[in-house]
């Protein structure tokens, strides 16, 4: 009985991940990525139903990660926070940017693939439907500071995703054009200055 060539999983996901990369979703070929895998479409079929679920496994994992994160900030009892705390929630901090931009960047290709090369797949819809959730978390957030007469109580839910939305392309962008970690860092400073929750929200410090 023949082993297993095993050795075939990391050539196919490399090579899918080159094209996917290359042309998107939509225009790359299977049979394209398994030639460059050394390997058959048959053999790819043993393994992935379609070239979309090829697609998300090269960003599951990834997505895992995102919405974790997602989900923790969801998670905190906003009551027991203090006024300091959650008025910093709302400060642009470099530090606080950066480090989402580290966290993309250490997941930069399957990043890359879900914000700039999803088209055709479950995914296309990635950028909205995250700053949908991080809407739904940071109005909680947004409604506390209300309640507790910290800021201008005229932004609803709608105006919030609208400004968020601007908010969260300006991270999906530097991705989508290929900056380098440099670029990024000086970006990050930009964005820093740029957002300034704290004199859009009329936040009282």
């Known amino acids: ?7 075939i999983d990391g050539r196919l996901l490399k090579s ?8 998107g979703f939509l225009n790359a ?9 050394g390997i058959t479409t048959g053999a790819l079929y043993k393994r992935y139903k379609s070239k979309e679920e090829l697609f ?17 900030k969801g998670k905190i009892d906003l009551s027991n926070i203090s006024n300091e705390k959650l008025i910093a929630a709302w400060t642009m901090t470099y530090d606080g940017i950066i480090e989402w931009m580290r966290f993309c960047f250490e997941r930069y290709d399957a990043f890359v693939l879900l914000v700039r090369c999803a088209e055709g797949t479950q995914f296309a819809n990635f950028r909205h439907e995250f700053c949908a959730d991080m809407t739904e978390i940071d109005y909680d957030w947004l409604v506390e ?33 290929g ?27």
Not at 29 to 37: E, F, G, H, P, R
Not at 56 to 72: G, H, R, T, W
Not at 191 to 196: E, G, L, P, V, Y
């Open 1 to 7: 009985m023949s082993t297993p060539d095993h050795s």
């Open 16 to 23: 899918a991940k080159k094209h996917f990369l290359a042309n």
């Open 29 to 37: 070929q299977l049979k394209t990525i398994c030639d460059d895998a």
């Open 56 to 72: 998300e496994a090269l960003v599951k994992n990834a997505l895992k990660d995102i919405y974790e994160c997602v989900a923790s």
């Open 145 to 177: 500071l209300q309640q507790r007469g910290l800021c201008r109580k005229d932004v609803d839910k709608r105006e919030l995703h609208l400004l968020l939305t601007a908010y969260w392309e300006a991270y999906y962008e530097p991705f989508v054009h």
């Open 179 to 205: 900056y380098s970690w440099e670029e990024l860092e000086q970006h990050a400073a930009i964005m820093c200055r740029f957002f300034d929750w704290k004199k859009a929200l009329d936040i009282q410090a």
